[in-house]
């Protein structure tokens, strides 16, 4: 489904040409991340009180478990868990070392 007409959008394609690589990059780069806090904006609302690491594995869900199957999936959450815990872990030491 589009709303917009066949002249508009060859005219949107036409400027998106005149760009330079790097300029169309950033664009699709600014076009993703507002994507992602879409995404994580709506997983926040349906619960405030997430984690950073289960907002994580809430965006992922949402954006490609569609890929995987139900056991794959997990097997990839539990790692992304696995992984966010040891980083947040080692964070945690580090900043109290640093700070005797």
């Not at 005219?11 to 995404?39: A, H, N, P």
Request: hydrophobic share 35%; proline share 3%.
């Amino acid at each position: 489904m589009t709303d917009t007409t066949r002249g508009i959008s060859r005219i949107q394609f036409e400027i998106m040409l005149s760009k330079t690589e790097t300029e169309r990059f950033i664009i699709g780069d600014e076009i993703v991340l507002f994507g992602r806090r879409v995404v994580e904006s709506s997983i926040r609302q349906k619960y405030p009180e997430i984690s950073d690491t289960d907002l994580k594995i809430e965006v992922f869900k949402r954006c490609y478990s569609s890929f995987f199957s139900p056991d794959e999936l997990q097997k990839i959450i539990l790692s992304m868990k696995a992984y966010w815990n040891l980083k947040v872990t080692s964070a945690n030491s580090s900043s109290v070392q640093s700070h005797p």
